[in-house]
């Protein structure tokens, strides 16, 4: 399951207003989620909190035969009021990664539309996002810095330091550029001095405006939207002084059911002179499809002459199902891979508690019933069974739920070709949150 802080960044992404699907990165983020989950080790619990809409800060103590932990405190310049933080009001969907639904693509804000102006003057400051980790016993730091630098470009700087690391620790810069229609990354690595560049394009009709600048003439001063101040002089002010009202799409306009997607990445490194690179292709289905969602993914490296083929379904809403087939032109190895998850509810969905009375009427039970019954059907999530199996004789079993205020996970690893030492891993994961 992903870690309290990795769910809070996910949270400033979205209120930030930034796709973390458009990426090269992301492209084959369903199959990973489906077949490369991972299975505790030991005993680890994980207690944490956003104490205000700007800070969090969580702690982890495991012990897999010798007690380790960590502190991690994160501060965020935008507020996050609108970010579930207690981990009896999460839901399991946003907590555990599986079948990614990918979204109609939106155009970008407008770069005036961020502009924030009082008395004459600019007052707006462009969100940030700092971030740090502290390793025990032996001292590990990591640290991250994120900044949205205009609506399209986000800066991103990862750190790690260890004296166990060639140099002490490294550096990561990354800069991303997200257009909609295309999406590009620029990498620099203190580590051999690497530097990288990553490009995703998506094929397809353009992506309609989400958003629309609000009109002056209809827009009353500042002054006036205020009831403390609503005798006070009005101020002359930029109509970006607040935010976009959303539009629904164009009626006339019939939706993309799908999406075809190409992209690559280059690295060199020019004090080792040695390269990398690879290209994939996705298409994913989008929510106009009316039959089951799934997503196609294809990635070639063609230096090591790996070929990496992926599919994967969402056979029911709480079944998904996926798999992943590699061959390797060079030595003609090939490797299989299944794997699924399937969500379970405390009662089955629909079920109506005897007595209770309702004065709706058909009409009005016909118009909310698709979006009252998706919301108590996630309120219902007992929790997820995720297992995957390899032809190589490998197995892993996870199951993550909600016990009350605990979010937990226990899972095992199995390798059957180890004879009696089969079991590779196995442990037990607790997480609170407040």
Request: aromatic residues 10%; proline residues 7%.
């Amino acid at each position: 399951m992903l870690g309290f802080m990795d769910y809070v960044q996910n949270a400033f992404y979205e209120a930030s207003r930034w796709n973390r699907d458009n990426s090269y990165g992301s492209l084959t983020d369903t199959a990973r989620a489906l077949l490369d989950f991972s299975t505790p080790h030991g005993l680890r619990l994980n207690v944490s909190s956003l104490s205000s809409p700007n800070f969090a800060t969580s702690y982890t103590l495991g012990s897999i035969g010798l007690v380790d932990g960590s502190l991690s405190y994160l501060y965020t310049s935008l507020p996050l009021k609108d970010t579930l933080s207690k981990s009896s009001l999460i839901p399991l969907q946003h907590l555990i990664p599986g079948y990614r639904q990918l979204q109609n693509l939106r155009q970008p804000d407008e770069l005036w539309w961020w502009e924030i102006w009082e008395q004459g003057k600019r007052i707006d400051r462009r969100d940030a996002l700092l971030y740090g980790r502290l390793y025990l016993p032996h001292p590990t730091l990591e640290a991250l810095y994120l900044r949205r630098i205009t609506p399209r470009t986000q800066l991103k700087f990862s750190c790690v330091s260890d004296s166990r690391l060639p140099n002490g620790g490294s550096i990561l810069a990354l800069v991303q550029h997200d257009t909609a229609r295309h999406s590009s990354e620029y990498i620099y690595s203190t580590d051999s001095a690497l530097l990288g560049i990553r490009g995703l394009y998506n094929f397809g009709p353009d992506p309609d405006p989400a958003f629309e600048p609000p009109l002056p003439a209809l827009l009353p001063p500042i002054s006036d939207l205020s009831a403390t101040t609503a005798t006070a002089p009005a101020t002359a002010v930029s109509p970006a002084t607040l935010r976009p009202i959303p539009i629904p799409a164009s009626i006339s306009k019939q939706p993309p059911h799908g999406r075809f997607s190409a992209g690559f990445e280059l690295y060199y490194s020019p004090l080792n002179k040695s390269s990398g690179t690879s290209a994939g292709v996705r298409f994913a289905t989008l929510p106009a499809h009316q039959g089951f969602p799934y997503t196609m993914t294809l990635t070639l490296n063609p230096l090591m002459g790996n070929l990496s083929s992926t599919y994967s379904v969402r056979a029911s809403r709480w079944l998904a199902l996926s798999s992943r087939l590699d061959f390797n032109f060079y030595s003609y190895e090939s490797s299989l891979r299944l794997g699924g998850e399937l969500w379970r509810l405390r009662k089955p969905p629909g079920v109506v508690v005897a007595g209770a009375e309702s004065t709706k009427t058909s009409e009005d039970e016909g118009k909310s019933s698709q979006t009252s019954s998706n919301d108590d059907d996630e309120k219902n999530i007992a929790g997820v069974l995720k297992a995957r199996v390899d032809r190589n004789g490998e197995m892993a079993l996870l199951w993550e739920g909600r016990i009350k205020e605990l979010v937990y996970g226990c899972g095992v690893t199995v390798d059957f070709r180890r004879g009696e030492d089969m079991v590779r891993g196995l442990g037990v994961e607790v997480c609170y949150s407040s």
